[in-house]
Antibody, heavy 122, light 111 residues
Framework: EVQLVESGGGLVQPGRSLRLSCAAS????????MHWVRQAPGKGLEWVSG????????GYVDSVKGRFTISRDNAKNSLYLQMNSLRAEDTAFYYC???????????????WGQGTTVTVSS | QSALTQPPSASGSPGQSVTISCTGT?????????VSWYQQHPGKAPKLMIY???KRPSGVPDRFSGSKSGNTASLTVSGLQSEDEADYYC???????????FGGGTKLTVL
């Protein structure tokens, strides 16, 4: 079964850090680009970051540049999001998502995890 | 990285057709054939319905179709069914800085 399972969310104070993980199974992880997408409570979807199969191509939404770092470990079939200097506006449900494309990403997400909640509050 | 523009709501009666628009710029929707559409029911993860403008993943009914003209993409749902009631989001590859952008979402109501 193709599956993505996120972990690492929680309640954190503004300015602190958090690391999200996404464990992939059921497909050849190192063939595909991967992404993080978030959804603030009651709001729409927002693409956060994406990474190509070999980590050569990486992108971020402007609001997280310099604070968040996406990475992957193909040997462990895992995707990560290191979130530093967290702000209240980062509060959201964070999804891990698989790109439809081999190699570089095209921003179409065919497999989604169930998500993990990040709450930034003092 | 401006969000794509979608109408906040759309509606139709069972059996009817409804079209949802998604307007971007030449830097995203108009510049690439990488427009996708997602369906999201309350409390659930999004589901890919259309990718690369008009392709349907396996398992998605052919009542769902996508198209694009210039900087505007469209999702058409034909033969509306009650289970189609959900939020729908478009997205597009935006190229610059390897980014992806979503629309604000459209709430589809089946009357």
């Amino acid at each position: 079964e193709v599956q993505l399972v996120e972990s690492g969310g929680g309640l954190v104070q503004p300015g602190r850090s958090l690391r999200l993980s996404c464990a992939a199974s059921g497909f050849t992880f190192d063939d595909y680009a991967m992404h993080w997408v978030r959804q603030a409570p009651g709001k729409g979807l927002e693409w956060v970051s994406g990474i190509s199969w070999n980590s050569d191509t990486i992108g971020y939404v402007d609001s997280v540049k310099g604070r968040f770092t996406i990475s992957r470990d193909n040997a462990k079939n895992s995707l990560y999001l290191q979130m530093n200097s967290l702000r209240a506006e980062d509060t959201a449900f964070y999804y891990c998502a698989k790109d439809t494309n081999y190699g570089d990403y095209v921003g179409a997400f065919d497999i989604w995890g169930q998500g993990t909640t990040v709450t930034v509050s003092s | 990285q401006s969000a794509l523009t979608q109408p906040p709501s759309a509606s139709g009666s069972p059996g009817q057709s409804v079209t949802i628009s998604c307007t971007g710029t030449s830097s995203d929707v108009g510049g690439y054939n990488y427009v996708s559409w997602y369906q999201q029911h309350p409390g659930k993860a999004p589901k890919l319905m259309i990718y690369e403008v008009s392709k349907r993943p396996s398992g998605v009914p052919d009542r769902f179709s996508g198209s694009k003209s210039g900087n505007t993409a469209s999702l058409t749902v034909s033969g509306l069914q009650s289970e189609d009631e959900a939020d729908y989001y478009c997205s597009s590859y935006a190229g610059s800085n390897n980014s992806v952008v979503f629309g604000g979402g459209t709430k589809l109501t089946v009357l």
